[in-house]
């Protein structure tokens, strides 16, 4: 039986299957109240990890979250990352990890999320500008000031993660993954090793049926099931890895109930053959150790 739940840290627990609010429009109007809307309904229906960054609106994604959800329920994770920042001169986004830029967004998300720790904060990305040690330093103070919980990273590599990991503890690492995208295996193997939470975004790219052969693939699967392309592929990540915790993201109620059903989808072995090869050789498709 695939586990359900996870515990970043090894000490907070939160349900696998998450939301990315990546996608929920921020902007006054109807579109907002469907926004507050979604995220309502994602805790309705036992989601318990809920991902948002300082890149997305600028914080107002973060005060979409507080507004629907604040109080926030026993056991809800929002987490968000730093370190992507908009230029005053061009109004251009780019990675920016100068200490003062990482503290001030931190200070911001708390204000915006209305509390007084970050249980997880992720790195968005390391910026090749800025010393890895002067980036995860200052995280690191902030962690010890009793602002931030736990360190994650994003989009990183193997050689990455080590370095970091001689820094600060690691709890999360969030990278794209998805059944037909796994360049980012050797990172994934890696956090399985450390008990590190792997959180694929993209998770269902490649879902759709009919644009490749790939697709087509998931489609006869999620056919025969009764289930969607997209939820065949949530329902291979969860059989993948006991560490990945997905976070697909929508704008729409009914994909959100259609995403969180996929955890009661059950994988055959046979399934697990046809699917496994396709977005790499050999054993990669195949489900790792489960609880």
């Known amino acids: 039986m695939t586990a359900t739940m996870f515990r970043i840290g090894g000490d907070l627990s939160v349900r696998r299957l998450g ?16 926004s507050l809307g ?29 507004e629907a959800l604040y109080p926030y329920a026993d056991g809800l994770l929002v987490t968000t990352k730093v370190g992507v920042a908009r230029s005053a001169e061009t109004g ?31 790195l968005h990305r390391i910026d090749p500008e800025v010393p890895l040690a002067d980036q995860l330093g200052a995280l690191r103070e902030l962690q010890t000031a009793g602002k931030v919980g736990r360190l994650g990273l994003s989009e990183i590599t193997v050689a990455e993660l080590d370095q970091a990991r001689e820094i600060i503890d690691v709890v999360s690492v969030q990278n794209r993954y998805s ?36 697709s087509d693939a998931i489609a006869g699967v999620a056919d025969e099931l009764g289930a969607t392309p997209a939820q065949i592929s949530l329902a291979w990540l969860l059989d993948r890895s006991p560490v990945i915790l997905p976070i697909p993201g929508t704008a729409r109620i009914d994909h959100l ?5 996929a955890a009661d989808l059950r994988l055959t072995p046979a399934h697990h053959e046809r699917l496994g090869g396709l977005g790499g050789p050999g054993p990669l498709g195949q489900p790792a150790a489960q609880a």
Do not use: K
């Open 92 to 122: 251009e986004w780019g990675l920016d990890g100068r200490p003062d830029v990482l503290r001030d967004q931190v200070e911001n998300a708390l204000r915006r999320l209305r509390v007084e720790r970050l249980e997880l904060l992720q």
């Open 179 to 214: 059944l037909v995208d796994r360049e980012h295996e050797p990172v994934l193997v890696a956090c399985e090793a450390a008990g590190i939470a792997f959180l694929p975004w993209r998770p269902v790219a490649g879902a759709a049926s009919g644009a490749t052969a790939e």
């Open 19 to 34: 939301f990315g609010a990546m996608r929920l429009p921020t902007e006054p109007g109807p579109d907002r109240e469907a």
């Open 38 to 66: 979604v995220a309502r309904r994602a805790v309705e229906l036992g989601v318990t990890l809920i991902d948002t960054a300082h890149l997305y609106g600028g914080g107002a994604n973060e005060e979409l979250l507080a």
């Open 257 to 261: 109930e259609e995403n969180v059903a």
